[in-house]
C-alpha cells in the first residue's frame, strides 16, 4: 500500500532530486506524476492528485515548490480529509512569480487557510522563488511547522541536496499526528513554529544555478 505521495514542482523532478531518490529508496511510495509538468494547468494537475490521493488514503505529501501550491490548493477541497500530513519543501510563491511568468497564473493566489492535516514547512533564507519571511507567513497562516534551512538555495539539485535523508526523518514525523488547530504552528513535536526557527540543516554543498521545481 503506498503510504507517501510525491509531489514534484514545475518541470517535473529530475532523476538526482531528492524526490526521485525517495521514490526510488523509500518503501511504499510513489511521484504523482503529471501529463505535462511544464504545463502547469491546476485543474489537471488538482485532478492527478486526488486520483492517486483516492487510492492510497491516509497518504503523507512530500511537495517541493510548486507541488507545494498544489497542496495548498487541495487543502480547499474535500479530498483534503484523505490527507495524512503534509511535507512542504522550497515553497515557490506563485503569487510573484504570476507577475512575470503566465506559466503560474493558474496557481495564484496562493491559498492562505489553515491545512486541516498536519504539516511541515521546510524554508531556506536565499531561496530564489521565496522570501524567507513569506514562508514563515505562509507557515502562520497555514498552521505548519516550519524548518529553517539558512542558506539552501531551493533546495534541490542546483543547491547541492542529493538524497536528503534528514528531509524523510521530517515526514516520517508526520505519522499518526493531527493539525494543532487555526492559526497554531508546529503541531509536531520538536519542529519548530514559525515564529521561532533557527537553521538546523545546511546541504554539504552548494552551487549557484537556481532551477524552478528541479
Not at 18 to 24: F, V
Not at 27 to 48: C, K, M, T, Y
Not at 91 to 120: C, G, N
Not at 163 to 177: D, H, K, N, S
Request: hydrophobic share 45%.
Amino acid at each position: 500500500m503506498v503510504t507517501t505521495l510525491i509531489i514534484p514542482g514545475y518541470r517535473g523532478s529530475e532523476a538526482s532530486h531528492w524526490q526521485r531518490h525517495w521514490a526510488r529508496d523509500l518503501p511504499d511510495s510513489e511521484v504523482v506524476e503529471q501529463e505535462d509538468f511544464g504545463r502547469p494547468i491546476l485543474s489537471e494537475w488538482l485532478h492527478a492528485l486526488e486520483a492517486r490521493l483516492a487510492a492510497a488514503p491516509g497518504a503523507i505529501l512530500v511537495a517541493h515548490s510548486l507541488g507545494c501550491a498544489l497542496v495548498a490548493h487541495l487543502a480547499t477541497r474535500p479530498s483534503a480529509a484523505h490527507v495524512g500530513g503534509a511535507l512542504l519543501v522550497a515553497p515557490a510563491d506563485v503569487d510573484l512569480l504570476a507577475r512575470d511568468h503566465p506559466d503560474f497564473e493558474d496557481f495564484a493566489p496562493m491559498p492562505r487557510e489553515t491545512l486541516p492535516f498536519a504539516s511541515i514547512l521546510v524554508a531556506s533564507r536565499n531561496d530564489p522563488f521565496m522570501r524567507f519571511g513569506r514562508a514563515a507567513a505562509l507557515a502562520e497562516d497555514w498552521g505548519s511547522g516550519l524548518v529553517d534551512l539558512g542558506m539552501a538555495g531551493h533546495i534541490n539539485v542546483a543547491s547541492g541536496f542529493g538524497p536528503w535523508p534528514e528531509g524523510a526523518i521530517l515526514a516520517a514525523a508526520l505519522r499518526g499526528r493531527r493539525p494543532s488547530g487555526a492559526g497554531k504552528a508546529g503541531a509536531i513535536a520538536g519542529v519548530p513554529t514559525a515564529r521561532d526557527s533557527t537553521p538546523i540543516v545546511r546541504p554539504a554543498t552548494m552551487v549557484d544555478r537556481p532551477s524552478i521545481g528541479c
